[in-house]
């Protein structure tokens, strides 16, 4: 349920002494992340540079102005306020970024989603995470695996991750489920994260595994209430998969599934990369022996992916963040002193965002390039350069990349 300002107007601190998001505040940021156009990575940038998401609101039809497009659509107050009324009736929560129980490790990846629904038991994520993911088609073998290795995963005290699809991800969510009804009192538990809306079942004959997820673990949604899953939403949820978890133990996978799109999305952002190994004559598991021979951990119970987790689990560290908890895309460290190499001679008339704009466009190219090189290389500030980058981002002609880097769309 969302919060609720308190009779005074003041929301009170929370336990850790930081200021909870406002109702407005958090209205606006579900807003901002339903706008057309405004993915992700954009939507932090904006709340980096504006401070806040009423800020950045009232601040897009001048950014795309300037970006040259026509004006951005952004999501109307009464249909977020819908959405929020809808997930109440349903009994689930918006997370939005910034929140304290917006999961850490998610927050830290680069596109990490600026609202969240939930539906269970929110206690889930704090504790450690592992994803194990697979073939729909699984054998039976691969379906034993996953469900041992989530029961004995979860009694071990950790919360197993999947996707609530057919085959390995079922086995792992219901293997999760058995070890609590065996130990009640047991730490661990199971998350499902879902490519459509919160009340959206996918499969339908996972309704009954849908509905105690509901109850004793947790099921996440990026999407709004009502959306069906498409086929372009897998990838989306499958990097939720990875960012909550600090391992993602892939089952059986063909050479082109999508558990190997989760494997190189954990990979991108820092996460441990395990397979168990098959088969050679068998194709579900061609695209897990390619990840050991890539250079994956091999591993066959769930021993042996705690011995290599370790007793602590790492949080990944989390991005810089700015002032009212707004994560920063741009490094804020100052410039080195300028290059040596001739410059192009300045006018004197242009602003630093003018300058900064025809450097950036002169130095961006379809080869992706650090965005810290790029500022090196432009000699701008980094407010400076993230405002620019923002605006040809809005105007369709950025690209974004693993590791904070950037290219033209031509």
Do not use: W
């Not at 336990?15 to 992340?33: C, M, N, T, V, W």
């Not at 497009?69 to 009994?91: F, H, Q, S, V, Y």
């Not at 390619?290 to 990944?316: D, K, M, N």
């Amino acid at each position: 349920m969302p919060d609720q300002p308190s009779p005074s107007g003041t929301a009170s601190l929370s336990p850790s002494g930081a200021a909870p998001i406002s109702a407005q505040e958090r209205l606006d940021r579900l807003r901002l992340a339903r706008s057309d156009g405004i993915g992700p990575v954009t939507g932090r940038d904006l709340l980096a540079r504006f401070g806040s998401a009423t800020a950045a609101l009232a601040a897009l039809p001048d950014l795309a102005r300037k970006a040259g497009r026509n004006p951005i659509r952004a999501c109307p107050p009464a249909k977020a306020a819908a959405e929020m009324t809808a997930l109440d009736k349903l009994g689930a929560r918006l997370l939005v970024i910034g929140d304290s129980d917006y999961p850490v490790a998610l927050a830290a990846i680069e596109d990490a989603p600026l609202a969240i629904t939930v539906k269970g038991r929110l206690d889930l994520l704090a504790r450690p995470q592992i994803a194990l993911v697979g073939a729909r088609n699984a054998s039976a073998n691969g379906r034993k695996i996953a469900q041992d290795m989530a029961r004995e995963l979860t009694g071990a005290g950790c919360v197993v991750v999947s996707g609530l699809a057919r085959g390995i991800d079922s086995a792992a969510h219901l293997g999760a489920l058995q070890a609590q009804d065996q130990a009640p009192d047991c730490a661990g538990g199971t998350i499902a994260v879902i490519a459509g809306g919160i009340d959206v079942l996918y499969p339908p004959e996972n309704g009954p595994l849908f509905e105690r997820i509901g109850q004793d673990g947790l099921v996440i949604a990026e999407l709004a209430p009502g959306t069906e899953p498409l086929a372009r939403h897998f990838p989306r949820r499958n990097r939720i998969i990875a960012g909550l978890s600090a391992a993602v133990v892939v089952i059986e996978a063909a050479l082109k599934s999508g558990s190997l799109i989760t494997a190189r999305l954990a990979l991108e952002q820092g996460r441990e990369v395990m397979a168990v190994p098959g088969s050679p004559l068998d194709p579900r598991c061609r695209g897990t022996n390619h990840l050991i021979r890539e250079g994956a951990l091999l591993v066959e119970e769930a021993s042996q992916v705690l011995e290599a987790i370790g007793p602590g689990f790492r949080t990944p560290p989390s991005r810089p963040m700015a002032p009212g908890g707004n994560t920063v895309n741009i490094s804020m460290t100052p410039p080195k002193a300028p290059l040596t190499m001739p410059q192009a001679v300045e006018n004197t008339d242009e602003s630093e965002e003018e300058r900064a704009r025809r450097a950036v466009l002169s130095q961006l190219g379809p080869s992706p390039v650090g965005v810290d090189e790029l500022r090196r290389q432009c000699q701008c500030s980094g407010p400076v350069l993230g405002m620019v980058l923002l605006e040809l981002d809005l105007a369709g002609r950025l690209e974004r990349h693993p590791g904070n880097r950037v290219s033209l769309i031509a």
